[in-house]
């Protein structure tokens, strides 16, 4: 659907994995200019977000349907949020002790649930097709931008394909009227010092 051409793959549905960051908010930007709309937009919602990472959210999404893209979806694990998972079992998320799961219980996971439960994507699987989902990775993440397809997904990465990096994105962003911000959680053990001394600051 991209580059529309006449195959078979231009009537899957196009999913955006939105992670409330600079670069997939560039990727959405210039796909509203490019006149690409996604059938949905998901965010996952680990509830360690920073609070102006959630405002930009709801301000974005806003700003998406104004010019004829969907309203962003969120979804949550449902047992608890990775927050609560933390105060619970008191400590940290698994990245502090060598494990890499709280992205994918607390991001993949949600998202992926809540596209087996919707109706179009249930209806192209029966129909023998597949969801084809984009990722914001940009080019200077081109190394990461290699999931393979599997029986229900294909993966693009358009602002790879464009040959962004995180320049362009931050252009792109500022351009829309936007603040470029990074995404993570507050708590996350990959934390740069100076983003950890940034909290002080700020919360």
Not at 6 to 33: C, D, K, Y
Not at 65 to 73: D, I, K, L, N
Not at 173 to 182: H, N, T
Request: charged letters at 20%; one cysteine or more.
């Amino acid at each position: 659907r991209m580059n529309e051409s006449p195959t078979p793959q231009s009537t899957w549905p196009l999913v955006v994995s939105f992670g409330g960051g600079t670069n997939s908010a560039a990727m959405l930007i210039e796909m509203t200019r490019r006149k690409v709309v996604p059938d949905l937009i998901t965010f996952a919602d680990t509830g360690g977000e920073l609070p102006e990472t959630y405002s930009f959210v709801n301000e974005f999404s806003k700003w998406l349907v104004e010019r004829g893209m969907p309203a962003v979806t969120w979804v949550r694990y449902e047992k608890e949020t990775l927050a609560a998972n933390c105060i619970r079992q008191t400590m940290l998320p698994s990245l502090a002790y060598g494990f890499k799961g709280c992205s994918q219980k607390y991001k993949i996971q949600p998202q992926e649930k809540y596209a087996n439960n919707w109706l179009p994507a249930k209806t192209i699987w029966r129909a023998g097709g597949k969801v084809i989902k984009l990722i914001g990775y940009d080019a200077g993440e081109h190394h990461r931008a290699k999931i393979p397809q599997d029986a229900k997904y294909v993966y693009a990465y358009p602002l790879v394909e464009w040959g962004w990096g995180r320049k362009e994105c931050v252009a792109t962003v500022q351009s829309a009227g936007f603040i470029p911000a990074k995404s993570a959680c507050f708590f996350c053990p990959a934390s740069k010092k100076w983003e950890v001394l940034a909290l002080a600051k700020s919360h």
